[in-house]
């Protein structure tokens, strides 16, 4: 596994020169689908704004049942049609079309993280766009909501786990036990998924800081046990139910320190997790 400062070095080559050749093997992004991956890893250079519907189109999909989500269009931003609608998510909502840059990683994770779990963006763009919401807050014009739905839009992360007792854990802090004292454990029952397109931009170039916005998600047996994409499909409908709840109240996400996650750093050792500049141990008080 490269250490942090290799991976760090390699991601300052020129793009075109190791577009997709030497990151998406590595954690978080070896969780993507498979098939995603074999598309991807053979180009040496950004694919088009254009290439990204086809892209998307090779993560196997839910079954849609009537009135169910599908993957936008992902289209080239022209920023005097984003002001015409209104902004980014209305141009989402209205069009169903993602506003995509070119040669821009936030865009292409953007696009990942659509293709992996649609029904939680849908989730997100339909709180982003409630005029209901509010009050707002005069420094950005969002409702509470907005703020956290932002939040995890950014930097999200998404701990589903069999294990009650290491969910609690993580939500207490308890980093060390759950990512060194109970490593076996955690491996067997739990999975992570990076939603925040942000948050997977930073991770090309990992640092000592990157902490996730977790939600935390109950299974009722081990991932193991589910078949090829059902985990997935189960977990994006149940956290999307959960982002539409939050209008009833926004939760404070959990902070997860991203490199803590055993495969996302050279973590295999517990000094690792004695540094308190990274890993705290109690909350800070607001």
């Not at 930073?202 to 081990?222: D, E, I, M, W, Y």
Request: proline share 8%.
């Amino acid at each position: 596994m490269p250490s942090a400062r290799a991976i760090h070095q390699a991601a300052r080559l020129p793009i075109e020169s190791r577009f997709f050749t030497d990151w998406c093997r590595r954690a978080p992004y070896a969780s993507l689908h498979e098939s995603f991956l074999t598309a991807i890893e053979p180009l040496t250079a950004w694919p088009a704004p254009e290439q990204y519907d086809d892209l998307a189109a090779r993560v196997p999909r839910a079954a849609l049942e009537a009135g169910a989500v599908a993957v936008p269009r992902f289209v080239v931003q022209d920023r005097q049609e984003l002001a015409r609608l209104g902004g980014y998510e209305p141009h989402v909502a209205r069009t169903r079309a993602v506003p995509t840059r070119a040669r821009n990683w936030h865009d292409f994770f953007n696009m990942a993280v659509w293709a992996h779990f649609p029904r939680v963006r849908w989730a997100l763009n339909a709180l982003h766009v409630d005029g209901a919401l509010g009050p707002v807050d005069p420094r950005n014009g969002r409702a509470p909501e907005q703020n956290v739905a932002a939040q995890f839009d950014e930097s999200g992360l998404i701990v589903a786990s069999s294990s009650a007792e290491l969910l609690a854990a993580l939500g207490g802090l308890s980093f060390k036990t759950v990512f060194w004292e109970r490593r076996e454990e955690l491996l067997s029952t739990t999975r992570f998924w990076v939603v925040g397109h942000g948050m997977l931009e930073s991770l090309l170039t990992p640092h000592l800081g990157l902490s996730g916005k977790a939600l935390f998600v109950q299974l009722p047996r081990a991932p193991a046990s589910y078949a090829a994409d059902e985990l997935r499909f189960g977990v994006d409908a149940l956290v999307a139910e959960r982002i539409a709840a939050w209008r009833g109240g926004p939760p404070v996400l959990a902070p997860v320190p991203l490199l803590g996650i055993p495969g996302y750093a050279d973590n295999a050792a517990p000094a690792f997790y004695d540094d308190t500049r990274y890993f705290r141990f109690e909350r800070r008080r607001r």
